[in-house]
């Protein structure tokens, strides 16, 4: 599978456009990296890959075919920030069912106990929490993963381990990666490719 | 004692009252109410702390009575303004623009005309009576509630577990009723109580004008519009007491609301 943004223009206020003229592709099973300074539109084109946003010009494809507009959407955004990524109100458990049953090996392998099931997220750590985050976004529908900093807040071992258990789901599933970052020592560890968006500012 | 703990004792007495008046205005017989011409027009006396009317009624059951009347109309009516207001709130924030300019339009045109005047209205309209003035007040106290409901709501649907949802396949009334309504249940149970004390205020008031309940209920309004033939003959009893009591439950209903706010506002939950 081939998930295709070509031509992208995107901006929030009226005349400063963000992004223009950006293409990107990413095959199924490669990891791509993502990087640029600040505020040149990393996240935003992570947003309109995943379908969170419109794009103003141009247009992402997957195969050639538009991507849907409801319905369980195949490219999932991981965001940087966990806990505003749950909802306060609710258990774990409840938490980590929103995007289907649990799977068990992927728990193991994300580390997550099974204690935490029955938290709330005010009871567990950021790390923990971007873990549950993780294992939420991992489908078997799921045909392609935005990692958008995803683990920039957390400690060096936890890293390691979502990343492993990120990329080794990815091998099995046939699933590709773009991962956005601002730290060149994971992104050349993790990639096959990198895509800079310095050249678009 | 902290404020915190003043607050709750107060939230803990203006309860109290209320239930009490309720549960006095329903046990009480209806024996202090007949007519009794011997001690017609009797001022305040141990026996009558609230003196008798022209018929000789004990004011302080009619008092009581009334007031449980007046509350009972406050709670249908503000459960009713409340229910209204999270579900236009709700449709604003949620179902495109055109339908959020036309609620926003709606709200304007309701707070920009006095209350008093369109629950005339309406009251009138309907024929008066419990009905009327239930429904008169209903339609014209959401919309301060529902602009709130709204901002909460659009706050609520740019958070991002909820866009997240949305990826994820939810559909918007999964959102709307798992995602968004629970936020809600706060704001709503706080806005409902603040409703009452206005619902209970401008019941008697529309009542008093004639255009409410009938002379029959001893509704508080009627009351007081009643006591007015006989304030000028010095019979100062009959509007005086009925008049604080309404004051005071009002006031009680009022601090019942602000302290819940205070107390369900994460950000003074240490004060």
Same mark, same amino acid.
């Given at each position: 599978?081939?998930?295709e943004?070509?031509?992208?223009g995107?901006?929030?206020?009226k005349?400063?456009?963000?992004?223009?003229?950006?293409s990107?592709a990413?095959?199924?099973?490669?990891?791509?990296?993502l990087?640029?300074p600040s505020g040149? *539109?990393?996240?935003?084109l992570?947003?309109?890959? !995943?379908?969170?946003e $419109? /794009?103003?010009?141009g247009?992402?494809?997957? &195969?050639?075919?538009?991507?849907?507009?409801?319905?369980?959407?195949?490219?999932?955004?991981?965001?940087?920030?966990?806990?505003?990524?749950?909802?306060?109100?609710?258990?774990?458990?409840?938490?980590?069912a929103?995007?289907?049953?649990?799977?068990e090996?992927?728990?193991a392998a994300?580390?997550?106990?099974?204690e935490w099931?029955?938290?709330?997220?005010?009871?567990?750590? *950021?790390?923990?929490?971007q873990?549950?985050?993780? !294992?939420r976004?991992? $489908? /078997?529908?799921?045909?392609f993963?935005?990692? &958008?900093?995803?683990?920039?807040?957390l400690d060096?071992?936890?890293?390691?381990q979502i990343?492993h258990?990120?990329?080794?789901?990815?091998?099995?599933?046939?699933?590709?990666?773009l991962?956005?970052?601002?730290?060149?020592s994971?992104?050349n560890?993790?990639?096959?490719?990198?895509v800079?968006?310095?050249q678009?500012? | 004692m902290?404020r915190?703990?003043?607050?709750?004792i107060?939230?803990?007495c203006a309860?109290?009252?209320?239930?009490g008046v309720?549960?006095g205005g329903?046990?009480?017989?209806e024996?202090?109410?007949?007519?009794?011409?011997?001690?017609?027009?009797?001022s305040?006396?141990l026996?009558?702390p609230?003196g008798?009317d022209?018929?000789?009624?004990?004011?302080l059951?009619?008092?009581?009575k009334?007031?449980t009347?007046?509350?009972?109309?406050?709670?249908?009516a503000a459960?009713?303004?409340?229910?209204?207001a999270?579900?236009?709130?709700?449709?604003?924030?949620?179902?495109?623009?055109?339908?959020d300019?036309?609620?926003?339009?709606?709200i304007?045109?309701f707070?920009?005309?006095?209350?008093?005047?369109?629950?005339?209205?309406?009251?009138?309209?309907?024929g008066g009576g419990?009905?009327?003035?239930v429904?008169?007040?209903?339609?014209?106290?959401?919309?301060?509630?529902?602009?709130?409901?709204?901002a909460?709501?659009?706050?609520?649907?740019?958070?991002?577990?909820?866009?997240?949802?949305?990826?994820?396949?939810?559909?918007r009334w999964?959102?709307a009723?798992?995602?968004?309504?629970?936020?809600?249940?706060?704001q709503?149970?706080?806005?409902?109580?603040?409703?009452?004390?206005?619902?209970?205020?401008?019941?008697?008031s529309?009542?008093?004008?004639g255009?409410?309940l009938?002379?029959?209920?001893?509704a508080?309004?009627?009351i007081?519009?009643?006591?007015?033939?006989?304030?000028?003959?010095?019979?100062?009893?009959l509007?005086?007491?009925?008049?604080?009591?309404?004051?005071?439950?009002?006031?009680a209903?009022?601090?019942?609301g602000?302290?819940?706010?205070?107390?369900?506002d994460?950000?003074?939950?240490?004060?």
């Open positions: 599978m081939l998930l943004a070509s031509e992208i995107f901006r929030y206020s005349n400063q456009w963000v992004l223009r003229g950006v990107v990413i095959r199924s099973g490669e990891v791509v990296g990087i640029g040149c *539109g990393k996240t935003t992570g947003r309109i890959l !995943a379908g969170y $419109r /794009p103003h010009e247009s992402v494809a997957l &195969d050639g075919k538009a991507l849907p507009a409801t319905g369980y959407h195949p490219v999932q955004l991981v965001f940087q920030h966990p806990e505003k990524a749950v909802n306060p109100r609710w258990r774990m458990r409840k938490t980590l929103e995007g289907g049953g649990p799977d090996q992927l728990l994300l580390g997550i106990q099974e099931l029955s938290r709330w997220p005010n009871e567990l750590s *950021g790390g923990e929490l873990r549950f985050c993780v !294992a976004a991992l $489908r /078997p529908q799921t045909r993963l935005i990692a &958008d900093e995803m683990t920039a807040m060096g071992i936890t890293q390691a990343w258990a990120v990329l080794d789901y990815a091998r099995k599933q046939e699933m590709g990666v991962v956005v970052s601002h730290e060149k994971l992104i560890r993790l990639c096959t490719r990198v800079d968006l310095t678009f500012c | 902290n915190r703990q003043i607050t709750l107060t939230t803990f309860a109290i009252l209320l239930i309720v549960v329903l046990t009480l017989g024996e202090r109410l007949s007519t009794n011409l011997d001690i017609r027009n009797a305040p006396s026996e009558h609230f008798t022209h018929l000789g009624r004990d004011m059951t009619r008092t009581l009334g007031l009347v007046s509350i009972g109309v406050g709670v249908i459960a009713a303004s409340a229910a209204i999270l579900v236009l709130g709700m449709l604003a924030a949620t179902m495109g623009k055109a339908v300019a036309a609620i926003s339009w709606l304007d045109l707070l920009g005309v006095p209350h008093l005047v369109a629950l005339i209205l309406i009251s009138f309209t309907l419990l009905k009327g003035v429904a008169g007040i209903a339609l014209t106290h959401w919309p301060s509630l529902a602009r709130i409901i709204r909460e709501v659009m706050q609520l649907r740019s958070a991002e577990y909820v866009q997240i949802s949305r990826r994820l396949g939810k559909s999964w959102v009723s798992r995602h968004i309504l629970p936020h809600l249940f706060p709503l149970l706080v806005g409902l109580v603040l409703l009452f004390p206005h619902a209970i205020l401008h019941e008697a529309i009542s008093f004008l255009f409410g009938s002379p029959h209920q001893p508080i309004g009627i007081l519009s009643e006591s007015m033939r006989y304030l000028t003959s010095g019979m100062w009893w509007a005086f007491f009925p008049g604080i009591s309404l004051l005071i439950i009002v006031r209903f009022d601090t019942l602000d302290n819940l706010r205070l107390l369900t994460p950000h003074r939950a240490h004060q």
